[in-house]
């Protein structure tokens, strides 16, 4: 007997089914022919003819192999396969879920996994609207990373919340006798902490440099809960005059200096001529700007420092006691104030403190800025949303004949819905991982552009926390911008849908991406008009005149030899020589010292009362004036022009009657019927009144932007050589030196460096600069912001020009079987472009007007960063609109063309 | 219409003769071919796909069976479903047979 099994294996093609089942197959039939064979023989025939009878009873293997194939398939595939071939997947699903029943983790699972193929077959369309949305979420995970470290970032101390920072009104100075005042009378803080920064010169190992150094009181570091590394912090007894001068160093110094000396403690350093030992070493102070040293400040030994009303840059630091609020604390620090007044008339009438936390104090400024990007960023993320729901209705057309299987199926709306949200998040969260990627570039890039102060209050981090942001906002920019498409896909008109075979988009979509359109020209208006108004603001403030010339100035600070400028006439015979030298050097036209502070790089000012009027009782009633003490030559260096009477000359010496020149406003301001010239004026910090000599021009000391301040602020210019013996060293610690030149200002530094060692060895020059550098830096957050908002707006123009193009190109498509049958009518092609161009032209009209009603309320969100210009400009709104309108008919006029070339023979066929 | 009711007659046929016992391919075929007087002649390649769908469709049930003295056999039953779904089967076969029937009336008169 021949084996049947083997034989029916060898001819019957695979049947693709499970091995069991494929085997019982073959059995089956293996059986049937042996039976076949069996009854041959036993009618008679021949072994070989009952054979041959046997095989003869399958005439084709082929046709039975795909009969059993038939035949094996489940139920509802027998149906299916009289669904067209683009359906399939449609049906497969519905039917599939219907008989597995919904469980709805399962469920998720499955429509990930339809979502994902249904991505996979449209490679065009994912590509597009994943690179759409990750520059929508990459530009909000940026900004985010920024906001995160700056705004949200937790302050490195224990219970930092309750620390907080005190001044004298907003900003001021706390005098050192005030403070003394507060440790023992406030109620409120427990412990109460003074701080100020100065920098020293470090002479021994190595050169001379410059140190950052903090003076603090003792419980400065226990306020913030940090302890040393090594050794121990200043005790109370050690926080005052007469104590043995001790110094903490900071890590960062140790190391790079005595290269981590693990014997250092008991050691003393060098700080412009003064011994210190050293008592601890602490770790780098976050949060607050870098230190090299601390010294303990109630053992400095200037004398002024403890004279009642003098601040010296010192700013309080306290921890809240447990249960005091800080509205509690403020009435407390008021309630001192008001004692302190009634008690020092003259020092401390109309004394205020202020306190606020630490955060505050820190980013306060920065805030507004950073939301308000934050908010800019956000438009772009919605205009993306837009763009993408677009798409997405678009994309909806060609899929209802899908979702019309799917509903006739039994899928309920609520089910659809839930599997077109599936795809839009999948959709957005690949968008959000591509986001995450040009996010890491894109805060790099923001770094990069920083200004300094943005960056030392945190910069930029990416954690657990941005990606959490990141994974949220796509999530949520997922069901936004899906849930109008889903809704609008879902409800297909069924029996209309198939029967149409997914032609044509209803009146419905049409006017849904209508609105879209209308709505992202709108948004993109609001955004180039902000970036407008501050680029106009810019343009505004470069072309305001600072008073002086900032070009081809060279700055930087110099430190004398405390060893021998010890004393007025040995610093000013020091200086003099200086400036000799500096000016001989080629290159220098001539060089000038300012004692005060050099423009936009800080405050000097001086209360001040008019020698014929009566003095006023307390320094807090004088008027103040921004103080400058410079050698003759400053005005010539700065290029400020005299208006009136002289400026100094070399006479102008500590033994010739004291003389002082003041700015055009102080002069009209302060002698407004009366010539000036020759009045006397008392400047709180000297015993002679000073005779005014001289008007010059006015100089935007607090830079370009700041015209608010400057109405009351006054500027006193005197010679250096007339500062009193008494103050000359301490102000000759730190000088400013401006210097004009014919080359490359920073060229010269490293000349302007060796003739200051020449002059003396232990002499340090420190913080070269240019004045335009200082200048731009003091425009630096101006700049940062507009730049940013001029990247987003930018990328809202693009953003809206890809969809208005998108849309109308649909829309025109959608249109060609009318186009067709008006040309063939007659029209000609220029009728049709209009017919095109008129739908693009009235959604931007719309948009526009829109954009304009948005952005006119929006824009006063702006008014602190604006300049000169008013948040309602009409030029930038006329301006903005005019380029949106013309970009826009630019993305429509593609299509438009594209339609007005229709062949009217092939778009009848088309139908 | 002709394949269409060659099918439909075979499945009522299968469907009938499984209706008081169950039986094997083999047997099916011969039964087949006996009662249409061999008008109807099952080739294995249309028996056996034919079985494997009723099979699918919950109306019959194959069961491999050893008998005494016999090789190992798939014998196939009627299930309650199939039971079931016959008389409905019979009844619209009838008025199918029907309809052709006036048709080709109509038709000779």
């Given at each position: 007997?021949?084996?049947?099994?083997?034989?029916?294996?060898?001819?019957?093609?695979?049947?693709?089914?499970?091995?069991?089942?494929?085997?019982?197959?073959?059995?089956?039939?293996?059986?049937?022919?042996?039976?076949?064979?069996?009854?041959?023989?036993?009618?008679?025939?021949?072994?070989?003819?009952?054979?041959?009878?046997?095989?003869?009873?399958?005439?084709?293997?082929?046709?039975?192999?795909?009969?059993?194939?038939?035949?094996?398939?489940?139920?509802?595939?027998?149906?299916?396969?009289?669904?067209?071939?683009?359906?399939?997947?449609?049906?497969?699903?519905?039917?599939?879920?219907?008989?597995?029943?919904?469980?709805?983790?399962?469920?998720?699972?499955?429509?990930?996994?339809?979502?994902?193929?249904?991505?996979?077959?449209?490679?065009?369309?994912?590509?597009?609207?994943?690179?759409?949305?990750?520059?929508?979420?990459?530009?909000?995970?940026?900004?985010f990373s920024v906001v995160n470290a700056v705004l949200l970032q937790q302050i490195p101390f224990p219970d930092s919340g309750r620390v907080m920072i005190l001044h004298r009104d907003q900003g001021g100075s706390i005098p050192y006798s005030e403070f003394r005042d507060l440790q023992t009378q406030n109620q409120s803080f427990d412990p109460i902490a003074l701080w100020r920064r100065d920098s020293f010169n470090l002479t021994g190992s190595g050169d001379t440099e410059r140190v950052p150094v903090r003076m603090i009181s003792a419980d400065?570091?226990?306020?913030?809960?940090?302890?040393?590394?090594?050794?121990?912090?200043?005790?109370?007894?050690?926080?005052?005059?007469?104590?043995?001068?001790?110094?903490?160093?900071?890590?960062?110094?140790?190391?790079?200096?005595f290269a981590g000396d693990a014997n250092i403690l008991g050691k003393n350093i060098s700080l412009s001529g003064h011994d210190y030992t050293i008592i601890g070493i602490m770790p780098e102070l976050k949060y607050f700007s870098k230190s090299d040293v601390y010294l303990a400040i109630g053992q400095w030994a200037e004398p002024s420092f403890y004279r009642r009303g003098y601040g010296f840059g010192t700013i309080a630091l306290g921890r809240l006691k447990p249960g005091v609020s800080l509205v509690q604390a403020r009435a407390d620090?008021?309630?001192?104030?008001?004692?302190?007044?009634?008690?020092?008339?003259?020092e401390d009438t109309g004394l205020k403190f202020s306190a606020v936390s630490l955060r505050e104090s820190s980013v306060g400024g920065l805030q507004q800025t950073l939301l308000l990007l934050f908010g800019a960023v956000g438009f772009v993320l919605l205009i993306t949303c837009v763009n993408v729901a677009n798409l997405l209705l678009a994309?909806?057309?060609?899929?209802?004949?899908?979702?019309?299987?799917?509903?006739?199926?039994?899928?309920?709306?609520?089910?659809?819905?839930?599997?077109?949200?599936?795809?839009?998040?999948?959709?957005?969260?690949?968008?959000?991982?591509?986001?995450?990627?040009?996010?890491?570039?894109?805060?790099?890039?923001?770094?990069a552009v920083a200004p300094e102060g943005l960056v030392a209050s945190g910069g930029a981090a990416s954690d657990a926390r941005v990606l959490i942001f990141t994974l949220l906002i796509s999530m949520l920019t997922g069901i936004f911008f899906g849930i109008l498409p889903a809704l609008k896909t879902s409800r297909p008109d069924l029996q209309k849908t198939l029967k149409e075979g997914g032609r044509g988009s209803s009146g419905g979509h049409r006017r849904v991406q209508s609105l879209l359109i209308v709505s992202e020209v709108a948004l993109a208006m609001v955004l180039l008009v902000g970036a407008g108004l501050m680029i106009r603001s810019l343009n505004r403030i470069w072309a305001v005149?600072?008073?002086?010339?900032?070009?081809?100035?060279?700055?930087?600070?110099?430190?004398?030899?405390?060893?021998?400028?010890?004393?007025?006439?040995?610093?000013?015979?020091?200086?003099?020589?200086?400036?000799?030298?500096?000016?001989a050097l080629p290159g220098v036209e001539s060089a000038a010292v300012n004692f005060g502070n050099l423009?936009?790089?800080?405050?000097?000012?001086?209360?001040?009362?008019?020698?014929?009027?009566?003095?006023?009782?307390?320094?807090?009633?004088?008027?103040?004036?921004?103080?400058?003490?410079?050698?003759?030559?400053?005005?010539?260096?700065?290029?400020?022009?005299?208006?009136?009477?002289?400026?100094?000359?070399?006479?102008?010496?500590?033994?010739?009657?004291?003389?002082?020149?003041?700015?055009?406003?102080?002069?009209?301001?302060?002698?407004?019927?009366?010539?000036?010239?020759?009045?006397?004026?008392?400047?709180?910090?000297?015993?002679?009144?000073?005779q005014i000599v001289g008007i010059v021009g006015d100089v935007k000391h607090n830079g370009l932007a700041a015209s608010a301040d400057d109405e009351t602020q006054f500027q006193l210019y005197m010679p250096f050589r007339q500062i009193p013996d008494a103050l000359m060293p301490i102000l000759g610690n730190n000088v400013s030196t401006v210097l004009r030149t014919s080359l490359p200002?920073?060229?010269?530094?490293?000349?302007?460096?060796?003739?200051?060692?020449?002059?003396?060895?232990?002499?340090?020059?420190?913080?070269?600069?240019?004045?335009?550098?200082?200048?731009?830096?003091?425009?630096?957050?101006?700049?940062?912001?507009?730049?940013?908002?001029?990247?987003?707006?930018?990328?809202?123009?693009?953003?809206?020009?890809?969809?208005?193009?998108?849309?109308?190109?649909?829309?025109?498509?959608?249109?060609t079987h009318e186009i067709g049958i008006r040309m063939a009518l007659g029209a000609e092609p220029r009728h049709v472009l209009l017919l095109v161009l008129s739908r693009g032209m009235l959604l931007q009209l719309l948009g526009v007007g829109a954009g304009i009603a948005i952005g006119l309320p929006l824009m006063r969100l702006l008014s602190s960063m604006l300049f000169d210009v008013k948040p309602t400009d009409p030029l930038t709104f006329a301006g903005v609109a005019i380029i949106l309108f013309t970009v826009g008919l630019l993305a429509c006029y593609i299509p438009a063309r594209r339609a007005s070339r229709v062949d009217p023979l092939v778009a009848l066929r088309y139908e | 219409m002709q394949?269409?009711?060659?099918?439909?007659?075979?499945?009522?046929?299968?469907?009938?003769?499984?209706?008081?016992?169950?039986?094997?391919?083999?047997?099916?075929?011969?039964?087949?071919?006996?009662?249409?007087?061999?008008?109807?002649?099952?080739?294995?390649?249309?028996?056996?796909?034919?079985?494997?769908?009723?099979?699918?469709?919950?109306?019959?049930?194959?069961?491999?069976?050893?008998?005494?003295?016999?090789?190992?056999?798939?014998?196939?039953?009627?299930?309650?479903?199939?039971?079931?779904?016959?008389?409905?089967?019979?009844?619209?076969?009838?008025?199918?047979?029907?309809?052709?029937?006036?048709?080709?009336?109509?038709?000779?008169?």
């Open positions: 007997m021949r084996d049947w099994k083997q034989f029916v294996r060898e001819h019957l093609p695979p049947l693709r089914l499970s091995g069991a089942r494929e085997q019982e197959i073959i059995d089956e039939i293996a059986q049937q022919l042996e039976d076949a064979q069996s009854e041959a023989i036993s009618r008679g025939l021949t072994r070989e003819q009952a054979e041959a009878h046997a095989v003869a009873q399958i005439p084709d293997w082929d046709v039975l192999a795909q009969e059993i194939r038939r035949a094996e398939r489940p139920v509802a595939e027998e149906i299916a396969a009289q669904v067209p071939q683009g359906l399939r997947a449609a049906f497969y699903e519905e039917n599939f879920r219907k008989r597995r029943g919904g469980k709805l983790f399962a469920d998720f699972f499955q429509d990930l996994r339809y979502a994902l193929r249904m991505l996979r077959k449209s490679p065009g369309f994912t590509a597009i609207a994943v690179l759409t949305l990750a520059l929508g979420i990459g530009a909000n995970t940026a900004i400065f570091f226990s306020i913030l809960g940090v302890q040393p590394l090594a050794g121990r912090m200043f005790r109370a007894d050690e926080d005052r005059q007469g104590a043995t001068p001790g110094a903490l160093l900071s890590e960062g110094l140790w190391r790079r200096k620090l008021n309630r001192i104030a008001n004692n302190l007044a009634t008690a020092y008339p003259k994309r909806a057309n060609s899929r209802k004949r899908e979702i019309a299987v799917r509903m006739a199926m039994g899928a309920g709306r609520l089910r659809m819905i839930r599997q077109l949200l599936t795809e839009t998040v999948l959709l957005a969260t690949l968008g959000g991982a591509c986001g995450l990627l040009l996010a890491m570039w894109g805060t790099r890039a923001i770094l005149d600072p008073g002086f010339d900032p070009h081809n100035l060279l700055t930087f600070s110099i430190s004398l030899s405390p060893t021998k400028a010890t004393n007025g006439p040995k610093t000013r015979a020091m200086y003099s020589q200086l400036l000799n030298g500096l000016d423009p936009l790089t800080g405050d000097s000012d001086i209360p001040f009362w008019r020698e014929d009027r009566k003095r006023p009782n307390s320094e807090n009633q004088m008027p103040d004036a921004m103080w400058y003490a410079v050698s003759p030559e400053y005005i010539s260096v700065m290029k400020i022009p005299l208006l009136r009477g002289r400026f100094f000359t070399s006479r102008d010496i500590e033994a010739a009657p004291a003389v002082a020149v003041i700015d055009e406003k102080m002069a009209r301001k302060l002698f407004p019927n009366e010539d000036p010239l020759g009045k006397q004026l008392h400047l709180t910090f000297f015993e002679e009144a000073v200002p920073l060229q010269l530094a490293s000349a302007v460096r060796q003739e200051v060692k020449a002059v003396d060895q232990q002499q340090v020059m420190y913080g070269e600069n240019t004045m335009d550098k200082i200048l731009e830096g003091s425009l630096a957050f101006r700049r940062f912001s507009m730049l940013l908002m001029e990247v987003f707006a930018a990328l809202a123009l693009v953003l809206a020009c890809v969809g208005i193009y998108g849309v109308i190109s649909y829309l025109a498509g959608q249109r | 394949p269409e009711l060659k099918k439909g007659t075979a499945e009522v046929l299968i469907l009938s003769l499984l209706e008081d016992r169950a039986r094997h391919g083999y047997e099916l075929a011969k039964l087949i071919e006996k009662r249409s007087r061999g008008v109807l002649e099952f080739h294995v390649a249309s028996l056996y796909p034919m079985l494997y769908r009723l099979e699918r469709r919950g109306w019959i049930e194959g069961r491999w069976l050893e008998k005494a003295g016999q090789r190992r056999r798939r014998f196939y039953k009627l299930t309650a479903a199939g039971r079931r779904a016959l008389p409905e089967q019979r009844k619209s076969w009838r008025e199918f047979i029907r309809a052709i029937e006036r048709v080709a009336q109509v038709g000779n008169a």
